[in-house]
């Protein structure tokens, strides 16, 4: 239930920004995937694929850095709960037709909150090393297409993206 008329639940009755009160949700299962892209250079998209980028292993280092940006959601989103995530995916993958990379973050979690935006962070903070590793070379490069293609758990139940 939203706490404001505007339906937005990160404000009270007010209109002033406030963390929602979880406290009476009930703990389940909670799971979400995000998806988004780097569109790319076809010359860059050959140096990945090569794995010749001179800062090394540009898709593992961004899924480490996917994962550890679920982790830090809360921290870098102001009225985000801390979660104990139990479980972090995220797979990059090459994509000739962009060119460029496809991102699929997947959180899960059992908790009285979901995780759609830890799997958002996620695909962003993995998106951003891909630009950071390869910008060097290719300073035009694209992120979009970042949204919640799933989620499943709590009151709201199940989304899938259409």
Same mark, same amino acid.
């Given at each position: 239930m939203a706490d404001h008329a505007s339906g937005l639940t990160h404000f009270d009755a007010k209109g002033e920004a406030h963390m929602v %009160?979880?406290?009476?949700?009930?703990?389940?299962?909670?799971?979400? &995937?995000?998806?988004?892209?780097?569109?790319?250079?076809?010359? &860059?998209? %050959?140096?990945? %694929?090569?794995?010749? #980028?001179?800062?090394?292993?540009?898709?593992?280092? #961004?899924?480490?850095?996917?994962?550890?940006?679920?982790?830090?959601? #809360? &921290?870098?989103?102001?009225?985000?709960?801390?979660?104990?995530? &139990?479980?972090?995916?995220?797979?990059?993958?090459? %994509?000739?037709?962009?060119?460029?990379?496809?991102?699929?973050?997947?959180v899960k979690t059992t908790g009285q909150t979901g995780v759609e935006m830890e799997a958002l962070t996620a695909v962003n903070v993995a998106a951003l090393t891909v630009y950071d590793m390869c910008k060097a070379v290719d300073k035009a490069m694209e992120i979009g297409g970042i949204r919640v293609v799933f989620k499943d758990g709590g009151k709201s139940g199940r989304y899938e993206a259409k």
């Open positions: %009160d979880v406290s009476d949700k009930a703990v389940t299962s909670r799971i979400a &995937t995000a998806t988004g892209h780097v569109k790319m250079a076809q010359a &860059t998209f %050959d140096i990945i %694929d090569k794995g010749q #980028a001179k800062k090394g292993d540009v898709l593992a280092v #961004a899924q480490l850095a996917g994962i550890m940006g679920a982790k830090q959601c #809360a &921290t870098l989103i102001p009225l985000c709960h801390p979660l104990p995530i &139990t479980k972090v995916s995220v797979d990059l993958t090459l %994509d000739k037709a962009l060119p460029g990379v496809e991102i699929t973050a997947t």
